[in-house]
């Protein structure tokens, strides 16, 4: 059961390509104001071609193209069983500046990171409480990490540094197994997906109608595309997990008694078709009954409570990452393997 939430987390988190507390604007909460309303096919198909891939971003080909945005994630999870409870928390925010290079974009990221997860006896044996936090750079070979981690009493500080390419790569074709392209893959969209442009409209709007969602339309100033989904929409996520991972096809929705669910993804270009945002907010809460985790009851009451948030934005800043950084013999080499 543990595994299943976990993974549950974790496809949440590929939608939203990549995690609620403390934000101060509607964007850090994941959402993108607007006056949205129902769009008809010819509205989204012309709301689309102005949000051609080849430009949205620039013209790469210049000699003088530069692309900077800001990327933040918040993610909370609380899993109870009975009166115990297991939380855990991710919030990462990261600046990000690409530029033309010889061979491809090259890349220069600072960020930072913070992860705390508390797990009761009750549910372990042994009651665990772990918190990590750690800087986060990059230039266009590695990502580094400047991190420290406590658990109890017992604390560590470690440097280490990850193949960036084989990480994008892997994200890109698919092979990371919570990647974008993998779960297009799975339902069925990874030529689309694959596109320069994306979906087509009748694409997009298939993809709604297959998975329980709406789509909400915003032209007054540039465009702004909303995609909401419903309690299905997660019953069906959910249903799929249960197929692909653990082969069983069991309606979820017989067993998982969802109570409140929030399901929206953003996506905003300006007047000329340039990316302005982008943004996820996500909200599962729901609750079953499961076999007696102990003698003296026939059966224990299981909740989940999943909150996160995603947001992008175009936003060129000046910053740099630590001179010499890419030839510091403190930084450990890992296998970018151990994170897909």
């Known amino acids: ?21 403390g934000c101060s604007t509607a964007l850090e909460r994941g959402r993108i104001e607007g006056n949205y309303k129902a769009p008809t096919q010819e509205e989204l198909m012309t709301a689309l071609s102005t949000m051609e891939g080849d430009s949205m971003f620039g013209d790469p080909q210049q000699a003088d193209w530069e692309f900077g945005v800001k990327t933040g994630v918040n993610f909370n999870l609380k899993i109870t069983l009975d009166d115990s409870a297991f939380t855990t928390n991710i919030k990462v925010t990261l600046e990000e500046k690409f530029s033309k290079g010889e061979t491809g974009p090259n890349l220069l990221g600072k960020g930072n990171l913070s992860y705390q997860m508390k797990m009761p006896a009750e549910l372990t044996n042994q009651a665990t409480d772990i918190e990590l936090k750690a800087n986060l750079y990059n230039d266009s070979s590695y990502l580094y990490l400047d991190a420290s981690a406590k658990s109890g009493k017992d604390s560590q500080e470690m440097k280490v540094k990850t193949d ?37 409209a009748d694409e997009l709007l298939e993809f709604a109608t297959e998975w329980n969602m709406q789509f909400g339309l915003d032209t007054s100033d540039g465009v702004k595309l909303r995609l909401t989904g419903t309690q299905e929409t997660y019953a069906k996520i959910l249903n799929q997990i ?10 979820m929705s017989d067993l998982i008694s969802l109570s409140d669910t929030v399901f929206e993804l953003y996506l905003q270009a300006d007047k000329d078709g340039n990316f302005v945002a982008a943004a ?32 992008i934005e175009n936003k060129a800043s000046n910053f740099s990452i630590p001179q010499g950084i890419a030839d510091d013999p403190s930084y450990q080499v890992i296998d970018s393997g151990l994170l897909n």
């Open 1 to 21: 059961m543990k595994k299943f939430l976990t993974l549950s987390a974790a496809l949440l988190l590929s939608i939203a390509f990549a995690m609620f507390a």
């Open 164 to 200: 960036l390419s084989a990480i994008l790569d892997g994200m890109l074709t698919g092979e990371t197994e919570f990647s974008p392209m993998s779960i297009a893959s799975e339902t069925g969209y990874q030529e689309s997906a694959s596109a320069t442009v994306g979906f087509s």
């Open 242 to 251: 249960m197929e692909d991972v653990l082969g069983s096809s069991l309606d």
């Open 280 to 311: 996820a907010n996500l909200k599962l809460k729901g609750s079953a009954e499961i076999p007696a985790m102990s003698a003296n009851a026939e059966t224990s009451s299981l909740g989940v409570d999943i909150g996160g948030a995603f947001y």
